[in-house]
């Protein structure tokens, strides 16, 4: 079973930039589809991006993030990152990486979960 910890949120100005990193811990992170995932105060919880398994060599984004947003991991360090450009004050939110067996976008797909990162976007 993976555990996942996130880490690397905080709080920028509209245009900024901020790289997630979230650290999973046992010896099968390779081959998980890892997901990043959002939540607003008083929203549902949002698809931001996943990658698959091994290489990652499929990647998929939700359209507001697709240009600004890149997901990418490093199965040597057993980690995967989400690097946020050009931020804007609709991106706060709760970030949360999560691991499932074969990649998809519906949060119920995902069977373990980080405990979550803040990011604040705001002048």
């Known amino acids: 079973q993976v555990q996942l910890v996130e880490s690397g949120g905080g709080s920028v100005q509209p245009g900024g930039s901020l790289r997630l990193s979230c650290a999973a811990s046992?010896?099968?992170?390779?081959?998980?589809?890892m997901g990043w995932f959002r939540q607003a105060p008083g929203k549902e919880r949002e698809f931001v991006a996943g990658?698959?398994?091994?290489?990652?060599?499929?990647?998929y984004y939700a359209t507001s993030v697709k240009d600004r947003f890149t997901i990418s991991r490093d199965n040597a360090k057993n980690t995967v990152y989400l690097q946020m450009n050009v931020l804007q004050p609709e991106d706060t939110a709760v970030y949360y990486c999560?691991?499932?067996?074969?990649?998809?976008?519906?949060?119920?797909?995902?069977?373990?979960w980080g405990q979550g990162t803040q990011v604040t976007v705001s002048s």
């Open positions: 046992g010896r099968t992170f390779s081959n998980y589809a």
């Open positions: 990658i698959s398994g091994w290489s990652g060599g499929s990647i």
């Open positions: 999560a691991a499932t067996p074969r990649l998809a976008t519906r949060w119920s797909e995902y069977d373990v």
